[in-house]
């Protein structure tokens, strides 16, 4: 199976930090966890159940059955506001691809999950915190304009702190561009599921997150339109923990199911079995 | 504080004396004509300097400016004009108004942002931040217009889409991604204008168009300048340096492509003369509709995905390997 660039550039983690990452603690209850236990319980600790934020190319191996063929892996960021500001927006970008070995806050392209081509778009948070600007735009729509040409159902998972600020305007554009691109996929008859990972807020959450046929959460992920800080800074009060929680959103009626990571890839399994394409008993 | 509100004081005080003047002259019947001529000259003198070239940051204020020709203005400017209330399911936001009209010959669906005149007003107009049940409401009347085959005009002016806790209950991020779905594939001409302030994912939630247009000093942003300034220096008070840098004027926007038209101002803003502005901007609508109208809808869809198709900024080839840097 060829390896994609991505895939190849240097992880979250350097070698030389290796040593100090053979640990690590859980945020929610503290505890220390073997890093290769960690990983192989798909990043989700064993002690209280808590989902740590997972990279792109960990949940393409999590999810399918082998390889998986990168799409619009050469679109790369420009700089079209010549932006600065306590750096300039390519220091940013470069920097990022090094922390987060990615080319940009999202990977897209096909493969098979138990069997069943689909295609697949995956945001990571470590890359610009998952904002999304042109290229997640671009490549987001030409994961859909494939997959409507192959009659491939979509499946996104999402993770983004919203529209990408460097990008000005032409970022927020990508709320257009990609709401049409959903719009026309559906329209054909073609199925989109879509899994919302923590966290999933503003410009992202305001497209293409919520557009989707069916619509996932990961358990406990935070999942909103506006920003805790700004809902508490507006209403100058403190707001419950469980608020923007995927099992609030659920509670509320705004999302079709809540599940844990364990069970993500099965229950996408068989939702994609209800959509395939009707096949005679023999 | 509004800087354009107080830069202008200076030259309200002027102005009035020159109406002082003129009656004066009138009444005791003197002639006076010198005396106003020079005060004249001067008004246009500090008004060009004070509003020839406006930065960014001051353009934001005059996009906020409590005399600014509101969204209510325009709607009482129509040729007709019937509300229709409410989402159908929950309640009736006025921050978002729509309802049907008669525009430049044509009948259509109107949808407006409304922001209030005053403290009271802009309570009851929550300061023109719609809530789900205002997009809900948009989307209704977005589906009669594309069913009914009558043009859909917006006008958009708000700070921004509802960030309170009732708002997330009733899922904002959804009633505006439905929103997007639904102008994507309305089977009429749309026709968006920013007259005020175009804040973010609750602005474009009717932006998404046929044809952009945008009243010479509106703004139209991906975060609020206030916003953008917290999160880069964790400093609102940077505000400024955020209105230069997100690039949100009109004349901006024309050069990336995200508009298509830009309605020029009177000097000093829309407010200096709100009735002729509403008429210039009515004027271009009713001209966008002329031409959009020899489309067939297919046309119009095809165009339209097509326009949002190619926006954004990317190279196609990739970045240099990261090692290489
Ligand atoms: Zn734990």
């Known amino acids: 199976m060829p390896i994609p660039d991505w895939m190849r550039l240097p992880r979250a983690n350097a070698p030389q930090e290796r040593d100090a990452t053979l640990w690590e603690r859980c945020p929610k209850c503290s505890e220390m966890l073997y890093r290769k236990d960690l990983e192989q319980h798909l990043w989700v600790c064993s002690r209280c159940g808590h989902h740590f934020r997972m990279h792109a190319s960990d949940r393409v191996h999590m999810l399918l059955d082998g390889e998986f063929q990168e799409i619009a892996a050469q679109v790369a960021p420009s700089d079209p506001l010549h932006w600065t500001d306590k750096r300039t927006y390519p220091a940013k970008i470069a920097a990022d691809r090094i922390k987060s070995g990615l080319t940009e806050a999202i990977v897209v392209g096909t493969g098979t999950l138990a069997g069943q081509r689909l295609a697949l778009g995956i945001m990571d948070f470590s890359f610009r915190g998952g904002t999304m600007g042109s290229v997640v735009g671009e490549r987001l729509v030409r994961l859909f304009e494939h997959a409507l040409h192959h009659h491939f159902p979509v499946v996104l998972f999402t993770a983004s702190g919203g529209a990408r600020m460097e990008e000005g305007m032409l970022a927020l554009m990508q709320m257009a561009k990609s709401s049409a691109a959903v719009k026309r996929f559906t329209d054909a008859g073609n199925f989109y599921a879509v899994v919302l990972t923590d966290p999933t807020t503003g410009g992202v959450s305001a497209s293409f997150a919520f557009q989707a046929d069916v619509i996932i959460a990961e358990s406990k992920a935070s999942i909103g339109f506006a920003g805790r800080r700004v809902i508490e800074q507006t209403i100058r009060q403190r707001l419950p923990e469980n608020f923007q929680t995927a099992e609030f959103l659920l509670e509320k009626g705004q999302i079709d199911m809540v599940v844990s990571r364990h069970e993500l890839r099965d229950t996408l399994a068989r939702l994609l079995g209800y959509v395939a394409p009707a096949t005679v008993p023999a | ?325």
């Open chain 2, 1 to 325: 504080m509004n800087v354009i509100v107080e830069r202008e004081k200076g030259l309200l005080e002027l102005e009035a004396r020159i109406a002082e003047l003129r009656s004066v002259a009138a009444a005791q019947s003197v002639d006076l004509h010198s005396e106003i001529g020079v005060l004249e000259a001067k008004a246009t003198q500090v008004a060009q300097e004070m509003f020839g070239a406006m930065t960014p940051w001051e353009r934001v204020h005059m996009a906020r400016h409590p005399r600014r020709p509101l969204g209510s203005d325009y709607l009482l400017a129509l040729d007709a004009f019937d509300e229709l209330h409410g989402d159908r399911h929950f309640g009736d936001d006025a921050a978002l108004v729509g309802g049907l009209a008669r525009l430049a010959g044509r009948n259509v669906v109107v949808l407006a942002q409304v922001k209030g005149r005053d403290t009271k007003q802009n309570i009851a107009r929550n300061f023109g931040m719609p809530a789900p049940h205002g997009y809900r409401k948009a989307k209704r009347l977005m589906e009669l217009a594309s069913r009914l085959g009558l043009p859909l005009v917006t006008l958009i002016d708000t700070p921004g889409a509802d960030p309170g806790i009732a708002s997330e209950e009733h899922n904002q991020s959804e009633a505006i991604a439905a929103c997007l779905t639904t102008l994507a594939g309305v089977k009429v001409p749309v026709v968006a204008t920013v007259i005020g302030e175009g804040g973010s994912g609750g602005a474009l939630a009717l932006g998404l168009a046929d044809y952009v247009i945008m009243l010479e000093h509106s703004v139209y942003s991906v975060a609020s300048p206030e916003g953008c300034a917290a999160i880069l220096w964790g400093d609102a008070a940077k505000a400024d340096e955020a209105a230069a840098r997100l690039r949100l004027t009109s004349d901006d926007l024309k050069k990336f492509g995200i508009i298509d038209e830009i309605v020029p101002e009177p000097l000093g803003g829309a407010h200096r003369d709100s009735t002729q502005t509403v008429a210039d901007v009515l004027a271009a609508i009713g001209g966008a509709l002329d031409t959009l109208a020899a489309h067939s809808p297919q046309e119009l869809l095809d165009a339209r995905y097509a326009k949002y198709r190619k926006m954004g900024a990317f190279l196609d080839t990739g970045l240099p390997t990261v090692g290489a840097r």
